[in-house]
Each structure stands twice: as C-alpha cells, then as structure tokens.
C-alpha cells in the first residue's frame, strides 16, 4: 500500500517541529507541511525537499485576519509560493472555496476533505462558477482516532491502494494517544502562545507510559508499505 504524510503545524513551537523534520529525515520521508505561523523552520522544510502549503483559519477571530482576502493574504506572506490549502478545522463551504479560488488563483489543490478510514483517495474537480477547482480527501488524522479506543498505535493501519495521513507536529512530539496531555498543556500555558512553549514545559506533559502518536508515526515510515508523492496519487 501506499500513503503520503501530511502535517498541520497549528502553531507548534519550534521544538516540535524541528522533531518532526529529524524523524522524517531519519527515514528519507518527503511529507507536506500546512503552515500557521511564521518561523525560520520553513525554510528548513523546503530545504529538506518537502513541501508547504497554507493552513489558514476562518473561525472566529482569527489571528490570520478578519475576512476571507485578509486572511489569505497573511498566509500567503508566510508562504508566498503555496499551492495548496487546507483550511484549518476544515472550514469550508461553497462560498469560500469559490472565493478563494478565484481571487488567488495561484493556489491549485484544495485538501480540506477529511473521509476517515475511507478506501479510497483520489483528485476529484469542483467545477463552480467557471472554475475547475482541484481538490484531494485525506483518510487519516491523528487527533480524530483519540475517540477510537481500539485503534492500534503500533500497527501501520491503512485503508486503501493510496493514503493520506495527517499528523500534527505537537501531538507527535507529546506522543498524544488522546487529548489530555495536550489539554493540561495548555492548561498550564494559560493562554501563552503554543508556539512559544519551551522545552522545559512540554517535556512534562510527554506520554511516556502508552504507545501514541509517535509511536504510530515511526511505525508506518518503518513499515514495507511505499511513501509516495501527492502527484503520485492516481
């Protein structure tokens, strides 16, 4: 089987990410990376040959910007030569991805389709208002198998022919097996940017006790199952 990894840097410190980059070099794994924030590392990334697109937010006060334009121009200064999108918690609809797609047209691949499990991954074309919109599902996210009490973290779980896994850098380096070591991080940040918690702070709320994110990760980069391209998926 074959699968791509995909992660949502969603504001991780550097320390995360630089954790993410040492794993995936590790085992010559070429992912892409959604980015939030601004930080030298992304030109570590690249460096590294993966590539990044933007993760912009749509909810309610975001950060990014308080209007669909404004929000993609800022992440377009953080990325200024992305051509993909996932919108972070997914938010889409009809209205904004014809917004987006016509007023920044150098975006070209849309993958905010989140189908869970689902056997099959494959381009599919949105053809809206004149445009021919290029989008991508991804069956994988780390943070949504927290509620599956089953699942293996030591298994290499996949789905279908192709795959797309979707990871976030925070979560791998606490190695979450659920959402509570990273609730009473940000419990005790209390309000501190994620992206500016030290090393000190994070180190405490690491699970050391079950096999989780991590664990997960390292054992489908390990696996006989082929790390692929997105333009490798047919």
């Keep these: 089987m074959n699968y791509h990894i995909t992660l949502d840097i969603d504001w991780a410190p550097d320390l995360a990410i630089c954790h993410c980059l040492e794993i995936l070099k590790e085992k010559k794994i070429k992912a892409t990376f959604f980015a939030t924030h601004k930080t030298d590392l992304l030109k570590e990334i690249q460096k590294d040959g993966h590539e990044i697109g933007i993760h912009p937010n749509f909810a309610k006060n975001s950060s990014h910007g308080n209007s669909t334009e404004k929000v993609i121009e800022n ?6 030569n992305a051509k993909l999108i996932r919108t972070h918690g997914l938010i889409h609809s009809t209205k904004l991805i014809i917004k987006i797609f016509k007023e920044f047209p150098q975006l070209k691949i849309d993958i905010s389709t989140f189908t869970y499990h689902f056997p099959t991954i ?3 074309q949105l053809k809206l208002e004149g445009l021919i919109i290029k989008r991508l ?12 009490k089953s699942f293996n973290w030591n298994k ?7 795959n797309i896994l979707n990871f976030h850098p925070i979560h791998i380096y606490l190695n979450s097996q659920n959402a509570m070591n990273y609730k009473n991080l940000l419990k005790e940040l209390n309000n501190k940017k994620l992206y500016l918690a030290k090393r000190k702070i994070l180190n405490k709320h690491i699970n050391s006790k079950k096999k989780g994110t991590k664990d997960f990760l390292y054992t489908m980069i390990s696996s006989n199952n082929k790390s692929i391209k997105l333009r490798d998926i047919k």
């Design 75 to 80: 992440c377009l200064k953080i990325v200024p």
């Design 122 to 124: 494959s381009f599919f």
């Design 137 to 148: 599902n991804y069956n994988w996210e780390d943070d949504t198998e927290f509620e599956n």
């Design 156 to 162: 290499s779980n996949l789905f279908g022919k192709f």
